[in-house]
């Protein structure tokens, strides 16, 4: 790994750790008010989530797996699981989406997050406890190599995790590998919407999920140099900052299958 690519990881780990550790912030003290980076768990958060999940599927989690969320997308609502599947999620976060997932391929199936944050993955099996979800399963962590057998999934999930890796094709060759034939990925991410790529390219808009967005093209070409097949890329929402000025990015969706 180069300095560089070092320095973006610990520049996510810490965005995402302090994000969860806020959560449990404030959960024990309810009148805390966090500062920082993260700015986690205000309002906003819940009613960006309500955007991206159906209230039914909101309703059914614990608050904290929700204000912890800081996806771009639902990746669930276009997977199309099904009962005895077996489930991997990229960067799980406070493990929103593998709750829903794990639901849905219950009681065969099975879910596993990987996230490399530990303040996550404690949140995440904190969560997990008050579901009292049994097939689904916490792991430690980086997606540039997922600790996994070959062969040894049915389908890869992950929510605006992609982007913030330094080293894609390796994300990408991991997935392949861990995927069964006839395997699929659903992501939700971000993109450049032109070559000139995203305006922001500091590190915190690394953890921000924007400067690590790709073009469309460098995005599909690192998928079908790891093998996938039948790639689909459907365009979501442009990204603005908060004064409303675009950031050349926008969230999407990706399918691909390992023929």
């Given at each position: 790994m180069t300095l560089e690519n070092d320095s973006i990881k610990k520049t996510v780990k810490n965005r995402y750790g302090e994000r969860a550790r806020n959560v449990i912030e404030l959960t024990i003290n309810p009148e805390a008010n966090p500062t920082g980076s993260s700015n986690c768990c205000s309002p906003s958060d819940m009613d960006r989530a309500l955007q991206?999940?159906?209230?039914?599927?909101?309703?059914?989690?614990?608050?904290?797996?929700?204000?912890?969320?800081?996806?771009?997308?639902?990746?669930?609502?276009?997977?199309?699981?099904?009962?005895?599947?077996?489930?991997?999620?990229?960067?799980?976060?406070?493990?929103?989406?593998?709750?829903?997932?794990a639901r849905q391929v219950a009681p065969e199936g099975h879910v596993i997050g990987l996230d490399m944050t530990e303040d996550m993955l404690n949140l995440a099996r904190q969560n997990q406890a008050k579901l009292g979800i049994t097939n689904l399963q916490f792991v430690s962590g980086e997606i540039e190599q997922i600790p996994l057998p070959d062969n040894s999934v049915d389908v890869v999930i992950s929510n605006c995790v992609v982007c913030l890796s330094p080293d894609k094709d390796a994300v990408f060759q991991e997935t392949y590998r861990v995927l069964s034939?006839?395997?699929?990925?659903?992501?939700?991410?971000?993109?450049?919407?032109?070559?000139?790529?995203?305006?922001?390219?500091?590190?915190?808009?690394?953890?921000?999920?924007?400067?690590?967005?790709?073009?469309?093209?460098?995005?599909?070409?690192?998928?079908?140099?790891?093998?996938?097949?039948?790639?689909?890329?459907?365009?979501?929402?442009?990204?603005?900052?908060?004064?409303?000025?675009?950031?050349?990015?926008?969230?999407?969706?990706?399918?691909?299958?390992?023929?």
């Open positions: 991206l999940y159906s209230e039914s599927e909101i309703n059914q989690l614990p608050t904290e797996a929700v204000a912890a969320s800081a996806g771009c997308g639902n990746p669930i609502a276009l997977a199309g699981l099904i009962r005895g599947e077996r489930v991997l999620d990229l960067g799980s976060g406070g493990g929103i989406d593998c709750f829903l997932a034939q006839g395997g699929r990925i659903h992501l939700s991410d971000m993109m450049a919407l032109s070559e000139k790529g995203p305006t922001k390219t500091d590190s915190d808009s690394w953890a921000s999920c924007i400067a690590g967005a790709e073009p469309k093209e460098t995005y599909l070409n690192r998928l079908m140099r790891a093998g996938f097949e039948r790639i689909e890329v459907s365009q979501e929402k442009e990204k603005h900052d908060d004064q409303g000025v675009p950031l050349n990015v926008a969230s999407v969706k990706v399918v691909a299958i390992k023929v």
